[in-house]
């Protein structure tokens, strides 16, 4: 199986055309908590809870680590994939911003 072929199986999500991550997912909130120490000052603090049951799945994020098959040249160059990553590219609500680095 080529490097390729590999990225493909485990990294390609077709629902959203872009090259993602896979991982455990879920919603999660900060929720600002306190308690009050021996000498009679209270501590603030946050803690993260979560919302929603974790899930396995893919990140949908769009960023560079999204365009590294191409820029890498770890996929064939006629691969079927390179359209959808151009179309990324040149789509400037998913990746430009008016700052010199996003992601």
């Known amino acids: 199986m080529s490097a390729g072929t590999n990225l ?5 999500n077709a629902a959203t055309n872009a ?4 991982g455990v997912n879920g919603e999660a909130e900060l929720v600002p908590q ?3 120490r ?6 603030e603090f946050d803690i993260l ?5 974790l899930k396995t799945g893919f990140v949908e994020h769009y960023g560079y680590v999204s365009l ?6 770890v996929i064939p160059h006629d ?6 990553l151009l ?5 400037e609500g998913v990746l430009w911003s008016p700052y010199p680095l996003i992601d």
């Open 8 to 12: 493909v199986e485990l990294h390609w």
């Open 19 to 22: 090259y993602q991550d896979w």
């Open 34 to 36: 306190h308690r009050q």
């Open 38 to 43: 021996p000498d009679g000052t209270v501590e």
């Open 49 to 53: 809870a979560q919302r929603s049951a």
């Open 68 to 73: 590294f098959p191409l820029l890498l040249n």
């Open 79 to 84: 691969s079927a994939h390179i359209p959808h």
């Open 87 to 91: 179309k990324t590219i040149r789509s």
